[in-house]
C-alpha cells in the first residue's frame, strides 16, 4: 500500500503553449504541473499585442526564458548576460509591456461538507506591480478564464496587498497567502527519508506510557511532540507547528522526516499504520508513506556512529567579563552564546567587518548580488568600499547587542571541585557512561542535580557574581540568567532547547539559585544521553552563564537566513514572531506569526498569521524588513568565508526582540543547523 499524499508533474513531451485562445479547465489540467500538490500553470500577457500566452509546465519552466527566447527572438546568452536588467523590466518597470503570472487550481471544502474548486492567479513575489496594474492583469486573465471558475488574486507580498487596499474586492476578489495556506492539511517540514516503525500517540499520555520504549527505528506521530523527544527516525505531527519549533530544529539538526499531516489518524485507521513498517520521506513538493509489508533489514542511522570530539575547554582563572569584550574565540572559556554575542557587540561597535560576503558569491549567470544589495541599501553604483561601509553602518543603526555579564566555565569548575558529594556523584555517572549502564542514568542524574541547586557556593565564586551584580542592582532589576555551554551550535549536535535558563530573576539570592540551575542543566538526563549518543566525553563538557537585564518587548521572534523548507532558495530570509518576548515563540507555548523577506530584490509576504489572528501594521513589517536584511548582513560575518564562497551560504539563527521603544536586540545568535 502506497499513502501519495503529493505527487509531482509528468515528464514533456511536447510544447503545447497556447497562445490568445481562453483557458478551460481541461485544457488547464493538459498544460498544468504540479507544485506542493496543487496543479498549477504559468500565465504571460503582452499588453502591446492584446493577448496571452498560456505555458506549457514542462516545457517552459520560467516566464523569463519564454518571453525572451519565443517572444522577442533573443538568445538565451544574450539573456543571461544581462539577466537582472531584464528581470527588472518585466517585474518592476511601472509601464512594462509583459505581465507574468501563475495560475494554480485549489479545492476546498465549505461549511455543508460540498466542494468548491477555484483558481489562484498570483506574479512572484519580487514582482511590483501597482494596484491599476494589478487590476488590469485580473481583468485580462479572468475574461479568458471558463466563467464557471471562480478567479481569486492573491497577492504576492506586501507591498501588492497596500497597492490593492484601496480597490474593491467586487472589483478584484482576493485571497491573501496565510488565508490560502495557513490552514492546509500537509506541510513538509524538513526533508529526508527514513524507514522504520509507525508508532502513532493521540495524546500526550499515550506517547509519555510509551516513551522509555523509543528507539533509533521509530517514526513518533502525535499531535505535537514534546522539546524533550529521543533521537528516533522521524517526526510526524497532526497538529500545527512551525518551521523554527524545537523540534523542527531537533528534526533538522539530526537529518531526518518532519511533516505536519493533519490528516494521518484517518490514514493510520484505513490501513492499520500504528506499529506498522513503513518508508517515509519528506520533499519540499511531497510527502509520501508506504507500508511495508514486513519488517526490513535496518542499518543504524549516522547518527548512531556520529561521534563529536570538542576543543578542549580552557579553565585556568579567568574572570567574569561583560559582554562586550568577549570575542567568537573565547568559545572555549565561556561557552559559545557568550562568544557569539561578544563578537555581535564588536562587528556592530567596529564597523569594520566585511558584511557583503554572502553577496560576493556567484549565483549563475550573475557574478554576484552587490548591485541588489546596493539597491536594499538605497545606492546606485557604490564602490566596494563604500558598499561594506553602508552594509556596517546599516546594521548597527538597525540591531543592538545586548548587555549583560559572562560568567566562565573556571567557575563553574571552581563549584563542582569544591563538594566532595558532587566529585562523587560526576566519578559514579562517569563510570557508569564508561560501562554504557544507561538504565542507571537517569537516577545519577537527578541526584546530581538535586546536589548542584542545594550545594552552597564557595565564597570566592559568590564573590565573583555579586561584583559583577552588586546586591543593590540585583534586587532593583529583574535579570535573565542564560546557559552558554561548550556542548552546544555544534555541527550535528545543535542541543536546542536542552538546557536551561532562568527568565524571572529578582533578587541575588534567586540570582544564585539561577546560576545552579543552568549549571544543573548540563546534567540533565536527556543532556547527558544525548551528548554520550554523539561521543561528548562528559569531561570535556562545561557550562559558562550569561547575566543580562531584563528588557521588556512588544514584539519578539526567530529568525533564520534561509527559507527553512526551500534549501535552495538563496534569496528569502524567514522571520517568526509574536507579541512579548521570543521565550514563547521558541518555547512552542504560541503559534507565531509566520514571514518570508527577499534579501535580494527585495518585499516580504506573510504565511500565517498563528495564534495572533491579526496582522502587524505596515510600519512595522517593515521594520522587520530591515531586521531581516541585517540577519543576512551578519551571515556574511558568522558564517565564516572560504575560498569558493560556500561557507556564507550556512544560515544563522538569531533570537530578537523589539522593544516597548521600538529597537531592535539580538538576544542570541547561532548557526542553524541543516
Not at 46 to 73: C, I, K, M, Q, S
Not at 226 to 231: A, S, W
Not at 506 to 519: K, P
Not at 630 to 651: A, I, M, N, W, Y
Request: proline share 6%.
Amino acid at each position: 500500500m502506497t499513502a501519495q499524499l503529493f505527487t509531482g508533474a509528468a515528464e514533456p513531451v511536447t510544447d503545447r503553449t497556447v497562445v490568445g485562445e481562453n483557458l478551460s479547465l481541461p485544457l488547464f489540467r493538459t498544460l498544468s504541473g504540479v507544485l506542493a500538490g496543487h496543479p498549477y500553470l504559468k500565465v504571460v500577457v503582452d499588453r502591446a499585442e492584446n493577448t496571452w500566452h498560456v505555458l506549457d509546465t514542462a516545457a517552459h519552466p520560467f516566464h523569463v526564458n519564454y518571453v525572451a527566447t519565443r517572444v522577442l527572438g533573443m538568445e538565451l546568452a544574450a539573456l543571461d548576460a544581462d539577466l537582472d536588467a531584464f528581470n527588472a523590466s518585466v517585474y518592476m518597470d511601472p509601464g512594462r509591456r509583459f505581465l507574468l503570472g501563475v495560475l494554480s487550481l485549489h479545492t476546498e471544502q465549505n461549511t455543508e461538507g460540498r466542494e468548491r474548486t477555484f483558481l489562484v492567479l498570483e506574479t512572484t513575489e519580487a514582482d511590483t506591480m501597482h494596484g491599476e496594474l494589478l487590476s488590469f492583469f485580473y481583468a485580462f486573465v479572468r475574461e479568458r478564464v471558463d466563467g464557471r471558475l471562480p478567479v481569486l488574486l492573491k497577492p504576492a507580498n506586501h507591498g501588492q496587498e497596500e497597492e490593492l487596499a484601496a480597490i474593491s474586492e467586487l472589483r478584484v476578489p482576493r485571497i491573501l497567502s496565510h488565508e490560502l495556506f495557513g490552514a492546509r492539511t500537509r506541510t513538509p517540514l524538513n526533508p529526508g527519508e527514513a524507514t522504520g516503525r509507525l508508532r502513532f500517540f493521540r495524546t500526550h499520555e499515550q506517547y509519555a506510557a510509551a516513551e522509555a520504549g523509543l528507539g533509533w527505528a521509530d517514526i513518533v506521530a502525535m499531535p505535537c511532540l514534546p522539546d524533550d523527544v529521543p533521537r528516533v527516525a522521524g517526526f510526524l505531527n497532526t497538529a500545527p507547528i512551525t518551521p523554527l519549533s524545537h523540534t523542527n530544529v531537533l528534526a533538522s539538526g539530526w537529518g531526518i522526516p518532519n511533516a505536519i499531516v493533519r490528516d494521518l489518524e484517518q490514514l493510520v485507521e484505513k490501513d492499520a499504520l500504528d506499529g506498522a513498517w513503513v518508508r517515509y520521506q519528506v520533499r519540499e513538493d511531497g510527502i509520501s508513506l508506504e507500508r511495508l509489508d514486513h519488517e526490513p533489514p535496518l542499518r543504524a542511522p549516522a547518527w548512531h556512529q556520529q561521534r563529536i570530539r570538542l576543543q578542549p575547554p580552557l579553565l585556568e582563572d579567568t574572570p567574569v567579563l561583560a559582554l562586550h569584550r568577549l570575542r567568537s574565540t573565547d568559545r572555549d572559556r565561556y561557552g559559545t552564546k557568550a562568544a557569539n554575542l561578544g563578537e555581535l557587540h564588536h562587528v556592530l561597535d567596529s564597523r569594520s567587518a566585511d558584511l557583503t560576503a554572502f553577496y560576493a558569491r556567484p549565483r549563475p549567470p550573475r557574478d554576484d548580488l552587490y548591485g541588489h544589495l546596493a539597491a536594499r541599501l538605497g545606492l546606485s553604483t557604490p564602490s566596494l568600499a563604500e558598499l561594506r561601509a553602508r552594509a556596517a553602518d546599516f546594521a548597527a543603526s538597525t540591531v543592538g547587542a545586548p548587555d549583560g555579564v559572562a560568567l566562565p566555565f573556571a567557575l563553574q569548575q571552581h563549584f563542582l571541585a569544591s563538594s566532595p558529594a558532587l566529585q562523587q556523584g560526576i566519578g559514579k555517572l562517569k563510570m557508569a557512561l564508561e560501562l554504557d549502564a544507561i538504565d542507571a542514568l537517569d537516577a545519577l542524574c537527578l541526584q546530581l542535580q538535586h546536589l548542584i541547586r542545594h550545594t552552597h557556593l564557595p565564597e570566592s565564586v559568590t564573590r565573583q557574581i555579586n561584583q559583577a551584580f552588586p546586591t543593590t542592582a540585583a534586587s532593583r532589576r529583574r535579570l535573565v540568567v542564560r546557559s552558554s555551554s561548550n556542548a552546544e551550535d555544534l555541527p550535528g549536535f545543535s542541543a536546542a532547547g536542552v538546557y536551561d535558563s532562568v527568565t524571572t530573576v529578582h533578587s541575588t539570592g534567586e540570582l544564585l539559585d539561577a546560576v545552579r540551575q543552568v549549571w544543573a542543566s548540563m546534567l540533565s538526563p536527556r543532556s547527558v544521553r544525548l551528548r554520550h549518543q554523539v561521543g561528548i566525553s562528559l569531561d570535556d563538557t562545561y557550562m559558562g552563564v550569561i547575566i543580562q537585564e531584563y528588557v521588556p518587548a512588544s514584539l519578539g521572534g526567530v529568525l533564520v537566513t534561509c527559507d527553512p523548507t526551500r534549501r535552495e532558495d538563496f534569496r528569502n530570509v524567514y522571520l517568526n514572531c509574536s507579541p512579548g518576548s521570543p521565550e514563547q515563540v521558541v518555547d512552542g507555548s504560541v503559534l507565531p506569526q509566520q514571514y518570508l523577506y527577499n534579501t535580494v530584490e527585495g518585499g516580504g509576504r506573510t504565511v500565517a498569521l498563528g495564534s495572533w489572528g491579526e496582522a502587524l501594521s505596515v510600519a512595522t513589517r517593515a521594520r522587520l524588513a530591515d531586521l531581516s536584511l541585517t540577519g543576512r548582513l551578519l551571515q556574511s560575518h558568522f558564517s565564516g568565508s572560504e575560498s569558493d564562497g560556500h561557507e556564507v551560504d550556512k544560515p544563522l539563527d538569531i533570537e530578537w526582540l523589539m522593544t516597548e521603544q521600538g529597537d531592535f536586540r539580538l538576544v542570541q545568535i547561532r548557526p542553524y543547523a541543516l
